[in-house]
């Protein structure tokens, strides 16, 4: 079955500092990847895709200069949470698009900003 | 933007129990996909479907995709402890089969 990992699954750091997650497939290649964010006991909001080898889709709302999206190869594609905050605190799930339109989701990485 | 609502918000049921939740839009959509998430895990698909009035099963699941395109149901028969959980609903919108909306979330309890 496709499989996706993240890493790290869970981080915490102080309020300032950048945050890079790693989004991989691990047995199939994806052209087209998503982040969400989850915060507590609500849904999941899709932040942007990320296409490889060009530029992320943001969703409205969402600041590109502080999410920054890299999907630089076939099975990887990066979010790097600039200056985090506080509020910046969510659990960040990713999703690889399979063949037929799936979407095949990560285990989440729980940031925690002090 | 569009919404999906998920109805109930949550249920707490027996062992054995079948039970029923729903998902409705304001507008239509092209795909409806249900998920479940246990706590802090990703998503898991259960069930997809594609086309208007289609009736899929996927074990005890069972899921219909509303001929209106504007909702979907999903049933479980006979509860197990393991399907606790938060189960989602998700849509594609038309002109868009890339993306997904996904629904409030029912949180689901099963007590022994």
């Known amino acids: 079955g496709a499989v996706v990992s993240q890493h790290p699954s869970r981080v915490i750091c102080k309020s300032g500092t950048s945050v890079k997650i790693e989004c991989r497939s691990l047995?199939?290649?994806?052209?087209?990847m998503f982040w969400y964010r989850q915060f507590p006991k609500q849904s999941l909001m899709l932040m942007a895709t990320?296409?490889?080898?060009?530029?992320?889709?943001?969703e409205q709302g969402v600041e590109k200069d502080k999410f920054l999206i890299n999907h630089a190869s076939l099975t990887l594609s990066t979010l790097t949470v600039t200056s985090a905050h506080p509020e910046d605190s969510s659990f960040y799930i990713c999703?690889?698009?399979?063949?037929?339109?799936?979407?095949?989701f990560g285990p989440g990485t729980r940031l925690t900003v002090l | 933007g569009q919404q999906l609502n998920q109805s109930p918000q949550s249920m707490f049921i027996q062992e054995g129990e079948d039970v029923s939740m729903n998902c409705t839009s304001s507008?239509?959509?092209?795909?409806w996909l249900w998920y479940k998430q246990d706590p802090g895990e990703g998503p898991v698909l259960l069930i997809a479907?594609?086309?208007?009035?289609e009736l899929t099963s996927n074990g005890r699941l069972t899921a219909q995709f509303g001929i209106t395109r504007k909702d979907s149901f999903l049933n479980i028969s006979a509860s197990i402890p393991s399907d606790v959980g938060i189960y989602f609903c998700?849509?594609?919108?038309?002109?868009?089969?890339?993306?997904?909306?996904f629904g409030t979330g029912t949180r689901l309890q099963v007590f022994p």
């Open positions: 999703s690889a698009l399979g063949l037929i339109n799936e979407q095949f």
């Open positions: 047995d199939f290649q994806a052209t087209t």
């Open positions: 990320s296409n490889e080898g060009s530029k992320a889709t943001y």
């Open positions: 507008s239509i959509f092209n795909t």
């Open positions: 479907l594609y086309k208007a009035g």
């Open positions: 998700a849509g594609s919108p038309p002109g868009n089969t890339d993306k997904l909306i």
